[in-house]
């Protein structure tokens, strides 16, 4: 029997036990296998384990226009450490994360979500299993910046989430109606704008008394 002539349920099922090399050595078997594998329900339960593939975790797919396949060649990309110019810019900026570096820790956006990763001290690697997973945002995350108690991120449904680095707390701001597309923070101030054309100025000093 040829793969073709699978059921869709056990084709799926066979390739779920493929890593990302075998998945892409067998796309270039021939026509048939390309078309296969090319399929999102294909890379689904392989785009769950990388980085910022744009599959939350609860599932929702926050890049649903742009091939699968793609997306975690990216991701796989990033893991590696190679960053190639026509890859960035071939979905221009949507998928490349908003990132910062803290020591040896890297803060990466992924969808709705925040992860810290320890950088491998021997390889330069990111670590797979994150910190910390800092979330609380219904979209996309926009902007976010690190003070040396608090991480601040501006999101797509536009609100401002500032999150305790010392204790497992977090609150949300409102006050735009649009994604913020501006945030920074800076002496207890935190300051941003948005597409809506607004801009908040707030104070960090009422919060999470006791730090």
């Known amino acids: 029997m040829l793969l073709s002539q699978l059921p869709e349920d056990v084709l799926y099922h066979i390739l779920s036990y493929l890593d990302y090399k075998s998945l892409t050595r067998l796309s270039q078997v021939c026509k048939t296998t390309y078309h296969v594998v090319n399929r999102d329900a294909v890379w689904r339960k392989i785009a769950k384990e990388f980085l910022n593939t744009g599959i939350t ?5 926050i890049y649903p226009s742009i091939p699968l396949k793609e997306r975690v060649k990216i991701a796989q990309n990033w893991y590696d450490g190679v960053c190639k110019k026509a890859i960035n810019l071939k979905w221009k900026t949507k998928l490349l994360p908003w990132l910062q570096l803290d020591g040896n820790v890297l803060f990466l956006s992924q969808a709705a979500d925040i ?23 219904t979209g996309d995350v926009c902007r976010f910046v690190l003070t040396d108690s608090h991480l601040i991120s501006g999101g797509s449904d536009g609100k401002i989430l500032v999150h305790s680095r010392r204790r497992d707390m977090s609150i949300a701001l409102s006050g735009h109606n649009q994604e913020v597309n501006c945030l920074d923070s800076k002496g207890g101030l935190i300051v941003s ?3 809506d054309r607004t801009t908040r100025v707030r104070t960090t000093s009422y919060m999470f008394r006791g730090e």
């Open 115 to 137: 992860g810290a990763y320890r950088l491998g001290t021997d390889s330069g690697k990111l670590q797979r299993k994150s910190l910390e997973i800092y979330s609380g945002h």
């Open 193 to 195: 704008g948005s597409r």
């Open 57 to 61: 975790r609860n599932g929702t797919d």
